[in-house]
């Protein structure tokens, strides 16, 4: 199939080009972040990739739509960012990559709590600068600790299994219990007692609308006063602002941060040279408690390979006609996706 592969990154060409010979699809590759300004170069094909900070909404699917373009083929999990409701109207299919490597995902959030809670970034950096003082660098073991796994699908079970091997009790809310985690010591609660009794909290939750700002100024109040708070999911599940006020009065005691609710713009790009637009993220920015990485999580090979492999898999599929076993399709619950 021909498909116009936007967002495309140099770190996964290498991929498609190895893995695309067997698949044989006519993959061409852009590196703009797909948008109504430039939906119309999708003119002519078929299908469409896409990355998770692509705009996928109602003006842009009736562009491409208007173009000739059938399927989004998405090269993330997550599937915020496209307006099912439109697509379905239009009669546009769309795949996601359901499942790769959720190792990659929980281990950064890990990478991310182990920076934080041993100040390694301001370490390194006073170690070049011959200052060897070990003044303000006091962590926490993390050994005995209570970790909160707020959504136990495939990255928050990886997280809650890194977590037990810590040492650290592992508390899951999640809409659905299962047992593999029981099984490890896990034990799932409400979000209220996840708050309360959490040093340690982990988001792993699809954005939709109930789980946006799951965690406000109401949920903040209720953690412990000093929690480290981690979010790989997505940047709209935090009310940033909220964990602002929190950082400036304590409440939060750090924070690592994969995700931002305004990242599409910003994220994935080279801005060294520009003044940066955004006061929030520039206010988040100055905290020596705050670690912010840009959409990085998935970035392992492992991780790549299996995305490449599926998005190659699904187009396959969605060019076949037939049934497409990792489509995005409309539900009650999706249909409220903000
Ligand atoms: N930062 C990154 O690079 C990156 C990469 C991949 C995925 N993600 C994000 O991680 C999310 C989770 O991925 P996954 O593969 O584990 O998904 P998954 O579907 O396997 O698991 C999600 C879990 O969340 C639960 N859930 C959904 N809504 C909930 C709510 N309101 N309250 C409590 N639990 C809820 C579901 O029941 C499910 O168990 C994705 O949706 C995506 O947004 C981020």
Same mark, same amino acid.
């Given at each position: 199939m021909k498909a116009l592969v936007f967002s495309a990154h140099k770190f996964e060409r290498p991929f498609f080009d190895k893995l695309n010979g067997a698949a044989g699809h006519e993959l061409h590759f852009v590196e703009e972040r797909l948008t109504a300004r430039n939906a119309?170069?999708?003119?002519?094909?078929p299908a469409i990739c896409a990355f998770a900070q692509d705009c996928l909404d109602r003006p842009v699917l009736s562009i491409l739509r208007n173009g000739g373009t059938r399927f989004v083929a998405l090269r993330?999990?997550?599937?915020?960012?496209?307006d099912l409701a439109a697509a379905s109207e239009l009669g546009i299919r769309a795949a996601r990559?359901?499942?790769? =490597?959720p190792y990659a995902v929980a281990e950064h959030a890990v990478a991310l709590i182990l920076a934080l809670d041993r100040k390694l970034y301001r370490a390194v950096t006073r170690v070049r600068e011959l200052?060897?003082?070990?003044?303000?660098?006091v962590g926490f073991d993390l050994h005995g600790r209570t970790v909160g796994v707020i959504g136990a699908g495939r990255i928050g079970s990886a997280f809650a299994r890194i977590m037990t091997g810590f040492g650290c009790k592992v508390l899951v809310h999640d809409l659905t219990e299962g047992n593999a985690l029981k099984t490890l010591g896990a034990r799932y609660t409400s979000l209220d007692e996840l708050f309360r009794l959490s040093d340690v909290i982990s988001l792993h939750v699809p954005l939709t609308a109930s789980s946006r700002?799951?965690?406000d100024a109401a949920a903040i109040e209720k953690m412990k006063t000093g929690v480290l708070l981690v979010n790989?999911?997505?940047?709209?599940?935090?009310d940033t602002k909220a964990l602002i006020d929190a950082l400036k009065s304590g409440k939060v005691g750090a924070a690592g941060l994969?995700?931002?609710?305004?990242?599409?713009?910003?994220? =994935?790009?080279?801005?060294? =040279?520009s003044v940066l637009q955004d006061d929030v993220l520039a206010r988040l920015m100055t905290f020596p408690n705050v670690m912010i990485t840009?959409?990085?999580?998935?970035?392992?090979e492992e991780a790549l390979r299996g995305i490449v492999e599926t998005t190659l898999l699904n187009l396959t599929e969605l060019e076949a006609?037939?049934?497409?076993?990792?489509e995005v399709k409309l539900s009650k619950e999706m249909g409220k996706l903000t």
């Open positions: 119309a170069s999708a003119h002519g094909f993330s999990a997550g599937f915020n960012h496209v990559v359901p499942a790769y =490597s200052n060897f003082s070990l003044d303000g660098l700002h799951l965690v790989t999911g997505r940047g709209a599940l935090i994969d995700v931002y609710e305004e990242e599409e713009n910003i994220f =994935s790009r080279d801005l060294s =040279s840009a959409h990085q999580a998935f970035l392992t006609g037939g049934s497409v076993q990792n």
